[in-house]
């Protein structure tokens, strides 16, 4: 969102939480991404130690400014980091993490809706699938990984 370079190393260090959006969606993605929100208050007593990423696999229309923009509607504060990248990088990742997408006639995504959780290596520890999900495993499970 700051039209820097960036790679995945650079959030070594700390755990993780990372979700796959598309800024034009209007209903998965707000709604996963206020999920994130929520995992990020109950973490409040951890402010500062965990990362929050969300990666944009609209590589077409999801540019810096989209995502400053979209981050700004969301109401994200400066622990959020929004990447968006190539299709085969975003792919990659996307594979990575089983996250599965695929562009529609009109330039949106049908997407699975997952939230992972890496640990301070980058390495992947726990996935939550679904909208609106009971998060407490993957707090307890961020809360492991701070200590």
């Known amino acids: 969102q700051d039209n820097n370079a960036f790679t995945l190393s650079q959030l070594n260090g700390k755990p993780t939480v990372?979700?796959?959006?598309?800024?034009?969606?209007?209903?998965?993605?707000?709604?996963?991404?206020?999920?994130?929100?929520?995992?990020?208050?109950?973490?409040?007593?951890?402010?500062?130690?965990?990362?929050?990423?969300?990666?944009?696999?609209?590589?077409?229309?999801?540019?810096?400014?989209?995502?400053?923009?979209?981050?700004?509607?969301m109401g994200l504060n400066s622990n959020w980091i929004l990447l968006h990248g190539n299709k085969e990088t975003v792919r990659t990742l996307s594979v990575l993490l089983n996250v599965q997408f695929e562009k529609d006639a009109d330039g949106n995504f049908s997407h699975s809706n997952l939230i992972s959780i890496l640990d301070k290596k980058g390495v992947l520890q726990y996935q939550k699938e679904g909208l609106g999900a009971e998060q407490t495993t993957t707090i307890k499970t961020i809360q492991t990984l701070v200590n």
Not at 33 to 52: C, H, M, Q, R
Not at 55 to 70: E, G, I, M
Request: proline share 2%.
């Open 18 to 73: 990372i979700g796959m959006i598309f800024t034009h969606c209007t209903f998965a993605c707000p709604k996963l991404t206020g999920d994130i929100k929520s995992i990020e208050t109950a973490l409040k007593t951890n402010e500062g130690k965990v990362n929050f990423v969300l990666v944009s696999f609209d590589s077409d229309r999801d540019d810096a400014a989209r995502l400053k923009s979209f981050s700004k509607e």
